[in-house]
């Protein structure tokens, strides 16, 4: 008898956030959703992660009436999230009581599985959502962040475990956000996950860029992993994840078997080849492989970031510096998981680092990181950066939780919020508030125009290109810079062409 | 102890044959060859496939010369070759002397590896290149093409391993052209034929179309498989081959390794990220992956082929009912496997059944597979396609070795070669002539002028296009050079464009 290998589709989220900036607009993804949910995937990610962020900040869409589509669209199926642990699905934490509305809330509006990560791995700031995800009914899956460092272990991962276990979590997920998880520590530490806690279901959870973690998700089945994510090939690979089709093929005759459909697999491939072209302009510039995230762990969205901040202070020629740079830096942090927003933290340092001296200017989040306000990390942190933090930032270093530090916040946020022209007093506008203090009052102000669609006719678009091109010319000479989308190998370049 | 894998690097011919239509200048690669060497490589695949026909067609370069300079630059490398067995590199038969010449030729050229094929998998047709390669005292390796089929079994590549063992093959290839061998099988047939010849060296070849044989080569390698055909990151993926940095960070802590050094691969990664986008505009159009070929199997450049025939004909909605049909016409064809030239002769076939009706109209080359011109296939023909077969060509069907069939012909082959102008007399030239008679002349006459790289900037690309646009819009046409700020990725470049 064939073991059945659950499989989370990653098309209606995480894919699209990593291949095309999270910019695709709800309309785009409804036609598919029939075919998604008939075609057996134990859970659907939809929601949560940035898609929230991107909703209001650029597709002018609500994302709870986002989350209540899918739920109507999705009957059949689990509704899955990615939520930040105390985070939410902002960039601080937030005190309990929020955390508990925003769990309620979103369980309340159609959310069945939240998986519940934190990016240092500290498991006292997923605590709290984990407990009020299982007062909510729902399936609370905990989150190991995959990274490695002297100090990560095999057993280190399985203590983590045992930890979310003892939380009553329904799951479990290996998270591998930057592809550096190999076959054989995907099989070692499933293996030794499952020797100790064999009642415990393990979802992984791998991106593509690195090339190999098909190969892994094929180990961590053989050590008995129990559900891998994967996103419909047409918008699969690259800074993405493994193709949903190529998971079913490569299991034939291996004594496991996905269990879906591949009628329907190919009309919501289908589907999103038609969509993908619309989105070209969000595309990342990683295609193919990128296997020096080995060396340097930094994952492919962050080199990019780096290679742009460099640019803007004219030092576009000291990336390698910087790549070297970033380690270090980590190291000196205590070696945290590289994911959001450690990655931007850490990587924002390494190049401030590179610029102006060793932490001769550091961040306000960096000093943060080093002082504890972020949650602990696995290794020691540096003294003599935590000092230099501790003088810039005019703070003590913490080793309590840090949402322990905060005070009741809900009723402010309430008051806040239903200030805001727009804001319709729901709980739901509340916690959007407290989300995106600064984007929400003009998404409170516009939403009444509904959703506006980011993507855009590649046909149009070139026309659009070519009839500016020749009413440039026709006035006599090319008077400003004209811009043009080549796509080389299947990268889109943003060219602009201007007279010397 | 690991156990070393041996691998050979594809950059120099399937990589971009596969992906860029074979169009890579030599110059372009010239740079990579001294990495190349020094990487670690058991072999390095440079010649042959489809490189000798473009060299001569497209790209005005000598392939013989082209040979050479490898053999000069990669001193410390075994070369490596494809051989189409009595087909050479052309796309009929050769008597005997024919092959032997050629054979001969290019290992005083510089060739140390020949892996040696035949499309139906008729061993008859690769005996004699085989015997000739053993008698130049290189590498023959024996190849088997993989395929699925109700006739095709692990005991059938077994018994198929076993007679080209009993040939003197030095190793065996397992040559997965379409990308469809999954895990398991790889599994299962390099152990089983590991089981009954323990001590043959086995190679796997596979394509990366349906993301799936990068876990088959991880399977291959666990049931013993010896050695392994990868391309370097830049040039691979898509209709291409599993990139080779990720082959060597997959194996990692497995019990194998590569022996490969990383910092050489990564510099010939970057030569080739630079190469890569100068030949945009010969980019095979599948990116990212393709598993419906699993159901068809029918290779992706097939597909294409397919439908531009089609449209030719105001037939572009029909490829559905050809892709049902080809699994039709390879079943009355008995069962070859799909890789040139059978893969075109069947397409080609089933185009025509779909249009004018169930063999109607029979190519010549279709007719010739049924009545065994090409050799045997491991299933029994329809006799009632065979008899249309024999009606329309007025030909017996055969069931010898078809180079029995032929006459000497080195002698008027070479008084051929040598009344073309521009034809150096020399036996490479004969060969040049009898492998491509109707593209040599050409290419003998402006062999002078030199090697033509059809490689072009992208930048320039972008620029006359910008020019054209603005020139066709204005006063018509440019006459003068213009320049232009061209700005690519926030890059600014200054290019000038004039009529050519």
Known sequence: MDRKIDVTELALRDAHQSLMATRMALEDMIPACAD?????????????????????RFLNEDPWERLRTFRKLLPNSRTQMLLRGQNLLGYRHYEDEVVDR????SAENGMDVFRVFDALNDVRNVEHAIAAVRRAGKHA?????????????????VQMAGELIALGCDSLCIKDMAALLKPQPAYDIVKAIKAVYPDV????????TTGVTLVSLMKAIEA?????????????????????ESLVEMLEGTG?????????????????????PRYAEFFSGITGVETEIFASQIPGGMISNMESQLRQQGAGDRLKEVLREVPRVREDAGFPPLVTPSSQIVGTQAVFNVLMGHYKVMTGEFADLMLGYYGRCIGERNPEVVAIAQAQAKKDPITCRPADLLQPEWE????????ISGCDGSDEDVLTHAMFPKVAPAFFASRSEGPKNVGRDPLEVAAAQAAQAAGAAGTGSVRTPISYKVTVNG??????VAPA
């Open 491 to 496: 990268t889109p370049h943003s060219v602009s």
């Open 102 to 105: 925003f769990v309620a809330k």
């Open 36 to 56: 998604i949910d008939a075609a057996g995937y134990w859970s659907v990610e939809c929601w949560g992660g940035a898609t929230f962020d991107s909703c209001i």
């Open 201 to 208: 279901r393990i979802a992984v959870h791998c991106h593509a």
């Open 256 to 276: 496991f078997h996905a269990g879906l459909d591949m009628e329907k697999l190919y009309r919501i491939k289908d589907h999103f080849i038609d969509i993908r």
């Open 224 to 244: 008995g992993a129990d559900s891998v994510d994967t996103a419909i090939s047409s918008l699969s690979l690259g800074p993405g994840h493994n193709p949903t």
């Open 141 to 157: 899956q905990g989150t190991i962040c995959y990274t490695v460092s002297p100090l990560h272990t095999v057993e280190g991962y």
């Open 412 to 419: 402010m946020l309430r008051a806040e919020a239903t200030a």
